[in-house]
């Protein structure tokens, strides 16, 4: 029997002329999209104000597509951004060409990270070796993993994950407290650091990147199989609460 695959999370939204969001798409096989505008989205992003920074967005919206979670609403995820409410907009293009650029663009361009040959990347970023691009360097790692854990723990206090996603989310939690000593380390003027000191905390800093990338890839693939085998097997259960 030959097999298919599917990814989960491929959906479209359009604002109705009773200004009411509807699914389009719910799953697409194999689906295809065109490279994220990463311009547009972060432009969108500031236009309409968003507090969660672009690479924290991409995050949540993967934490979001991994999750067990079945009755994740990729527009509830997007109101989020913003507190649980869509920003307020001029018209109806406007409005479709947010969401547009979010759930159409952004978050099914994410989907493809639940394949094994599609592995996710953090955001790369150029980054001096003072007090300030570290502190920024920093922050941005630990936002873009709490990013990834809200979406994946989807709002609830505890989740039912595969074994080996759970102790992957382990893994990711010691890295987050590493990513936040360091953090409170650097940003505290009243300790001096030396042009080699901060060299040496950015390479290992930049060193823990890869370490994150594999364990969230680890936590979405976990997912990913588990779910398929849930829909096939759904009275099977071997997943742990985190």
Request: hydrophobic residues 40%.
């Amino acid at each position: 029997m030959s097999r298919q695959r599917h990814c989960r999370g491929a959906v479209g939204y359009i604002m109705t002329h009773k200004n009411k969001y509807v699914q389009k798409v719910v799953i697409v096989k194999s689906p295809k999209f065109p490279p994220v505008n990463e311009n547009r989205v972060r432009s969108l992003l500031d236009k309409y104000k968003c507090p969660v920074p672009y690479h924290e967005v991409r995050t949540r919206f993967l934490g979001s597509i991994a999750t067990p979670e079945m009755a994740t609403s990729p527009i509830q995820v997007v109101k989020g951004l913003w507190g649980g409410e869509l920003p307020e907009f001029e018209n109806m293009d406007a409005a479709n060409d947010l969401i547009g650029a979010l759930i159409n663009g952004l978050w099914n361009s994410l989907t493809r990270h639940q394949k094994r040959t599609e592995p996710f990347k953090l955001v790369r970023m150029a980054v001096d070796p003072t007090r300030a691009g570290l502190a920024t360097f920093i922050l941005m790692r630990r936002q873009e993993v709490d990013g990834f854990v809200e979406g994946l723990f989807n709002g609830q206090e505890d989740i039912d994950l595969p074994e080996k996603a759970s102790a992957s989310l382990d893994l990711v939690a010691q890295l987050r407290a590493m990513l936040a000593g360091a953090y409170t380390l650097v940003t505290d003027e009243t300790k001096p650091g030396s042009d080699a000191e901060f060299a040496r905390t950015l390479k290992n800093i930049q060193e823990l990147t890869p370490i994150i990338e594999r364990e969230i890839n680890t936590v979405v693939m976990a997912c990913t199989i588990a779910r398929r085998q849930a829909m096939q097997r759904p009275n099977v259960s071997g997943s742990t609460f985190h």
